[in-house]
């Protein structure tokens, strides 16, 4: 072995997240699609909920957009288990949360389609702090319907990310990019946009009702606060 190596094994929590990813993928027929929505709405929305009083970040508020695309394309919220589809009338959103040690962990937001913004504000902060204190239950781990992944953070704009099998859809997050777009008055100014990259199996939703679920949850982020 050359010097200098730092081995890494895959085993405890590391190796079941390995094993999990490689699963996902040798099980389900996974298509990503890409598009991005005009945040605009979206960042003076949450301008002026903190007005209000009312603290929501862009993650906070993405949700709440995903959650009401989801109550008018219900065919992404559910799982694949077996030769079954099993659609959910609950919502129930996982939220991917990265801890330390290079680590990954998505619990669930039980009923989170009956939650306003500050719910599910609140619902995520104590995710991520049972999560980074090992307090999850195993339910909250393996019970969602429909999972939200932010890269907001990094210089990420799309990527693919792996289904939270045994779940239908992933919707990745990336940055916020300024684009310059036509204004009202036929001139160019810039607006920020959002990256998004939803994966879905195409078992159990084909391309075209999974394009009109990611365009859904675009309408809704650009037409937050209207």
Not at 21 to 37: F, I
Not at 129 to 151: C, D, H, I
Not at 165 to 183: E, M, N, S, W
């Amino acid at each position: 072995m050359s010097e200098g190596v730092r081995i890494i094994p895959l085993k405890g929590v590391r190796g079941m997240i390995a094993d999990a990813m490689v699963k996902s993928l040798a099980t389900a027929a996974q298509l990503t699609h890409h598009g991005s929505a005009d945040a605009s709405p979206l960042m003076a929305e949450k301008a002026r909920l903190e007005e209000a009083g009312t603290k929501a970040s862009v993650e906070d508020l993405l949700m709440l957009a995903v959650i009401r695309a989801l109550k008018t394309h219900p065919d992404g919220n559910g799982r694949v288990e077996g030769k079954e589809v099993r659609l959910s009338d609950s919502i129930d959103l996982s939220v991917a949360i990265a801890l330390p040690g290079n680590l990954l962990v998505a619990p669930a937001i039980f009923g989170a389609g009956d939650m306003d913004v500050s719910d599910l504000r609140a619902a995520r902060q104590d995710l991520a702090a049972r999560a980074k204190a090992n307090k999850l239950s195993v339910r909250e781990m393996t019970g969602g319907t429909f999972t939200v992944s932010n890269l907001g953070l990094t210089r990420v704009e799309h990527f693919t990310p792996i289904i939270n099998a045994p779940q239908i859809c992933i919707l990745g997050i990336g940055k916020l990019t300024d684009r310059a777009v036509r204004a009202e008055d036929g001139g160019i100014e810039l607006r920020p946009h959002v990256g998004l990259s939803l994966t879905f199996d195409h078992r159990a939703i084909d391309g075209a009702p999974a394009g009109d679920l990611l365009t859904s949850i675009c309408t809704e982020i650009e037409g937050m606060g209207g």
